[in-house]
């Protein structure tokens, strides 16, 4: 029987996550602890592929949202005691907030000057961050204590539980991704892509697709932050520099922009060769500068899109 | 407390931002005008003129003066050349995709930022100006001998910051000069104005892109130059001044040079005075939502054309 396009894209991802969850078992433990952060920071890459990817908006300002969910929670973790559940909604409301307010903003503007001014708006929220020193202990950052990192019982600063709930958000937010982009609303968010005149003529509200567009990619980055700060107990400034912008940037280009899986082959790819180069020299991130300039140059669909190109069109 | 003379103070410091800032997002400016091209990598070439001009200084040695001529000369030139390079290397090959082009200028950013710092290292070091005598700022008191001068204590400024000044404002006139009166500027506006067409007319336009981009980016190693005596050279000072120059670009109107001087003008005064009163973080903050505002407004920018 053969399956549709869209159905064979759905089981191929599934697979893909039990095979994450089967990697758990053999991999070391440097490797294992790698892969949960690899995980949650591939979530991160996927927000940002949503508004990149799919729907052609190049934003320069991610680490604002990334931040937001960081902050939302770790602020009224650590100075309104809430606990870890009501935390991570708090990330996830400051991510929906921020995202909001910041898109219906900077779409006022479209192309360059939209990269331009997301980039200012996430300086903006850096030096905020760095201002209310006092509260947000500024670029040093503050550690969310291990007693409080534990969500309906589970302890989620333990590898083994850690790692799951990784999975759990990635593989959550990577089947939500591919059910929106097999949905109308996708197809209308890739059509704004392909060709954004065409598609407000034919009647779609491009400007209120942006937007929700934004939205949905500012608030998976938030969760991410949130998530991030809950699984590995730390919240610092350098998480809202423009690096942080520009590293989601970096992997979905190397994994393939408009890919469902680019986000997270990007993550990893990029994970192990600032790792191996970081333990070389100090100037570590002159790889991710001549891994950006030869991608531009000689492969510009990504990984995941070249093999999406040659061996299996129907991926989404 | 007096506080006229802290305000004069603070416009002298606001207009030498002001000077350094106007030059480097003219070149900014330029390349965006006539290339469409966002260069993420202008700061890293800000950063390389002024680490060059302290190469070039402390190989020469000798008096500061000469030092700092020479270098004034050779960083630009240098840089300039470099990003000659990187047009042809790189930007032409993508064909100046907005984009990706984009995506490679900010990989050169990294590759830029990170082999200076294998080379040249993390420390700051400073450029000794050519020349600083102290100036001190006078105000005016009502004695009962009338009005007389005094000079209040520990408030003054240095010739070579007056200096800057006056020498940016000669060469944004020499800029002002080369686009509006000679056979280059005409080239470059032609270009400018419809690429194909000029093609079309002889223009060796790949010439021309190479040249504007290496032009952008010797004005960004020329202003570095300008400033290192009064700041240090260091590998990460090229963030900043990008993220002004591009408040600047977009405030000004992208692609319009008038705009650009105007808005370089207003974002340094009020960097300037504002850093007299508050912190220099609420300075940035508030310079950087002066662009929500701009935008809310007007969004092409305040000489902006559409």
């Known amino acids: ?316 | 407390m007096e506080l006229a003379p802290y305000l004069i103070l603070g416009c002298i410091e606001g207009l030498v931002t002001a000077a350094v800032l106007a030059l480097m997002a003219v070149g900014l400016s330029l390349v965006f005008g006539v290339m469409r091209v966002v260069n993420v990598a202008h700061g890293e070439f800000f950063m390389l003129g002024a680490v060059l001009a302290w190469f070039v200084a402390d190989q020469l040695g000798g008096h500061p003066a000469i030092a700092f001529l020479a270098a004034l000369i050779i960083a630009p030139l240098l840089v300039g050349t470099l990003a000659m390079l990187a047009d042809m290397t790189i930007l032409k090959r993508i064909s100046y995709d907005p984009e990706r082009t984009i995506v490679a200028t900010i990989g050169l950013l990294y590759i830029i930022q990170q082999l200076t710092l294998m080379t040249y290292g993390s420390n700051a070091r400073p450029v000794e100006p050519p020349f600083n005598q102290r100036i001190a700022i006078p105000w005016f008191e009502w004695t009962d001998g009338g009005l007389s001068l005094y000079w209040p204590w520990g408030l003054g400024t240095t010739s070579y910051k007056l200096a800057v000044i006056g020498f940016a404002i000669i060469l944004l006139l020499g800029i002002w000069v080369l686009m509006t009166r000679t056979r280059i500027g005409l080239i470059m506006r032609a270009t400018q104005l419809d690429r194909d067409v000029a093609q079309a007319y002889g223009i060796n336009v790949d010439r021309v892109y190479a040249m504007v981009f290496g032009l952008g980016a010797g004005l960004a190693a020329l202003a570095a130059v300008l400033i290192v005596p009064i700041q240090q050279a260091h590998y990460l000072m090229g963030h900043d001044p990008l993220l002004l120059s591009f408040i600047v670009v977009i405030i000004g109107g992208l692609g319009s040079l008038v705009g650009t001087v105007i808005a370089a003008v207003m974002i340094g005064l009020s960097d300037g005075l504002i850093s007299v009163f508050f912190t220099p973080t609420l300075a940035k903050i508030i310079a950087t939502l002066m662009v929500t505002f701009v935008l809310i407004f007007r969004p092409s920018g305040l000489m902006g054309s559409k």
């Open chain 1, 1 to 316: 029987m053969m399956m549709s396009d869209s159905k064979k894209s759905v089981v191929f991802h599934l697979g893909f996550l039990a095979l994450l969850f089967l990697l758990q078992f053999i991999l070391p433990a440097y490797h294992h602890g790698n892969l949960a952060r690899i995980m949650v920071l591939a979530t991160y890459a996927m927000g940002y592929n949503i508004l990149f990817g799919y729907t052609g908006l190049l934003s320069l300002g991610h680490a604002m949202f990334f931040a937001a969910g960081m902050y939302g929670m770790g602020l009224t973790m650590t100075h309104l005691g809430w606990t870890a559940g009501p935390g991570m909604l708090a990330g996830l409301l400051a991510g929906v907030l921020v995202s909001a307010g910041i898109g219906f903003l900077a779409l006022r503007t479209s192309g360059v000057s939209f990269m331009i001014v997301t980039l200012m708006f996430a300086q903006a929220g850096f030096l905020t961050i760095l201002y209310f020193g006092e509260w947000t202990r500024g670029d040093e950052g503050f550690v969310i204590r291990q007693a409080d990192r534990v969500f309906a019982g589970i302890d989620l600063s333990d590898p083994t539980y850690r790692y799951l709930a990784a999975l759990l958000l990635f593989g959550i937010c990577l089947m939500l991704t591919i059910r929106l982009m097999q949905s109308r609303f996708g197809h209308v968010l890739i059509a704004i892509r392909e060709n954004e005149e065409r598609t407000q003529m034919l009647g779609y509200d491009v400007h209120f697709h942006k937007w929700m567009a934004v939205i949905a990619s500012g608030t998976m980055a938030a969760v991410a932050g949130a998530a991030y700060a809950l699984l590995f107990g730390y919240a610092g400034a350098t998480f809202a520099s423009v690096q942080y912008s520009i590293f989601p940037l970096l992997w979905v280009l190397l994994g393939g922009a408009g890919t469902a899986l680019g986000p997270f082959i990007g993550t990893l790819f990029m994970f192990y060769l600032i790792d191996l180069s970081s333990s070389l020299t100090t100037a570590y991130m002159l790889i991710a500068g001549v891994a950006l300039v030869l991608l531009t140059l000689f492969l510009p669909q990504g990984l995941v899109g070249e093999w999406r190109r040659k061996m299996m069109p129907w991926l989404t």
